[in-house]
Structures are given as structure tokens and as C-alpha cells.
């Protein structure tokens, strides 16, 4: 009895998902477009393909690696205030989260993923 409003309110989500879905089910277009495989960039389709190069995956991979050592930081800077109260079980803790963090560093770096250079592509 307990969980009676947690049910309702999940019965309700579930609905509304269902509603939209049908909605777009039944209100969509059915026939293909033109240029419905296009890449498709701020809400222009690409019409010609000339126009748009590609990144190099460096880029992407640089990404990941400074948003994991972001959330590093901001777990490192909460934790250096309430220092004093977590003790050494806090210590370990923060230790072990580093630890995992310098070994996925580590990582990368050997498999050579922080080592890339740009290449001429032929077009």
C-alpha cells in the first residue's frame, strides 16, 4: 500500500509515453524523403556533400578523456573539504578512485590513443 502512489505515477508515465508514441505513429510522414541519409548538422540537411568534412576520431576520444577527468575534479574538490570527517575510510576511498582513474589514463596512453597526428585525406 505503501508504493500506491509511486504505481500511479509510473502507471501515468508509461501512458503518456505510449500517447506520444502512438501520436507520432499515427501523424508522421510515411514515405521517405529525398535526403532522409544525409548527415544533418543545426537543422539544415547537407545538400551537398562536398561542403562538410570529418573530424578526426582524436578529437572525440580528447573529449571523453577531459569530461572523465572533469568528473574527476569534481569529485576531488568535495572531497577535500569533509576530509577531516571521512578519516581514512575516506582516504581509501578517494585513493581507490584515483587509482582506477590513472590506471584508464594509463591505458589510453599505451594503446597509443593519446598519440595521433593529422593525415592529408585524399578526397
Not at 547537407?46 to 577531459?66: K, M, R, V
Not at 578517494?94 to 593525415?119: P, R
Request: charged share 15%.
Amino acid at each position: 500500500m505503501e508504493y500506491i502512489g509511486f504505481l500511479i505515477f509510473f502507471a501515468i508515465m508509461v501512458g503518456i509515453a505510449i500517447v506520444m508514441i502512438s501520436l507520432n505513429w499515427l501523424f508522421g510522414p510515411k514515405t521517405p524523403q529525398e535526403y532522409e541519409d544525409y548527415p544533418y548538422e543545426c537543422g539544415v540537411p547537407l545538400y551537398d556533400e562536398s561542403a562538410q568534412t570529418t573530424f578526426h576520431q582524436g578529437y572525440y576520444l580528447l573529449g571523453l578523456l577531459l569530461l572523465l577527468f572533469d568528473i574527476e575534479a569534481a569529485f576531488l574538490f568535495p572531497w577535500t573539504v569533509v576530509y577531516r570527517w571521512l578519516g581514512i575510510f575516506g582516504f581509501i576511498e578517494m585513493f581507490l578512485f584515483i587509482l582506477i582513474l590513472t590506471y584508464g589514463l594509463l591505458y589510453a596512453w599505451k594503446k597509443g590513443a593519446l598519440n595521433w597526428q593529422f593525415e592529408m585525406e585524399e578526397v
